[in-house]
Structure formats: structure tokens, C-alpha cells
């Protein structure tokens, strides 16, 4: 079992950032991939971005292409999302998630995922 919890959301202003992080216990952290997701409200949960348990392998959204970086750092069992030039239509609950083995061909697709987290909400306001 893995467990996740993310933090770092809020309220900030069209154009701010934030970095959200993603602790893990349980298993071996450098196991897994990790995804970060979002959902927001009457909307699917959509894919944002991925990492290799390795660091070598990231994918990205075309939306959040240049303005969010997704980092992790195995000795902490943390994944971060640093999040700028942040929009409106960023305004989600945030999830991560990890993935056992590489990124796979899936990568986007939530059913690739092995375990989430609870989710923090991020709320742009124009």
C-alpha cells in the first residue's frame, strides 16, 4: 500500500503560482511513477503531468505546457507540481498519483494508477 497527501493549494491571483507537493508512504517511493491530475467541477479528471520514478521521463498537458514543472525527490518520498502564470481555468482539485513501475503508454489515463491521493483545491480568481 501506498499512501498520498498532497498540500499546497489555495487561492491565488490570475498570473501567480504555486507549488504543490505530494508526500508518499508506505512502499518504496522510487518505484513508482507519479502523475498529478485535476478535476474540476461538472468536468472529467484530466491528466496534468507525469514523472518517471527515475526523473529521466516527464509528460505534460498541452494546457500547462511551459507554465507548470512537475519534480520529484526520492530521498524526501515527495512529488512537487510547481504551478505559474497561473489561469482561471486552472481552478481544480488537485490529485496525485503513482503508478507502479514506469511511465507507461497510459500515462494519461487515470485507470494507469495505482494509488491516490485525497486532493487539494487550487482556485484561481481573475
Known amino acids: 500500500q501506498v499512501q498520498l497527501v498532497e498540500s499546497g493549494g489555495g487561492l491565488v491571483q490570475a498570473g501567480g503560482s504555486l507549488r504543490l507537493s505530494c508526500t508518499a508512504s508506505g512502499r518504496s517511493f522510487g518505484s513508482y511513477a507519479m502523475g498529478w491530475f485535476r478535476q474540476a467541477p461538472g468536468k472529467e479528471r484530466e491528466f496534468v503531468a507525469g514523472i518517471s520514478w527515475k526523473s529521466t521521463i516527464t509528460h505534460y498537458a498541452d494546457f500547462v505546457k511551459g507554465r507548470f514543472t512537475i519534480s520529484r525527490d526520492n530521498a524526501k518520498n515527495t512529488v512537487y507540481l510547481q504551478m505559474n502564470s497561473l489561469e482561471p481555468e486552472d481552478t481544480a482539485v488537485y490529485y496525485c498519483?503513482?503508478?507502479?513501475?514506469?511511465?507507461?503508454?497510459?500515462?494519461?489515463?487515470?485507470?494507469?494508477?495505482?494509488?491516490w491521493g485525497q486532493g487539494t483545491q487550487v482556485t484561481v480568481s481573475s
Open positions: 498519483a503513482a503508478e507502479y513501475g514506469g511511465l507507461g503508454s497510459t500515462y494519461y489515463q487515470t485507470v494507469a494508477y495505482d494509488y
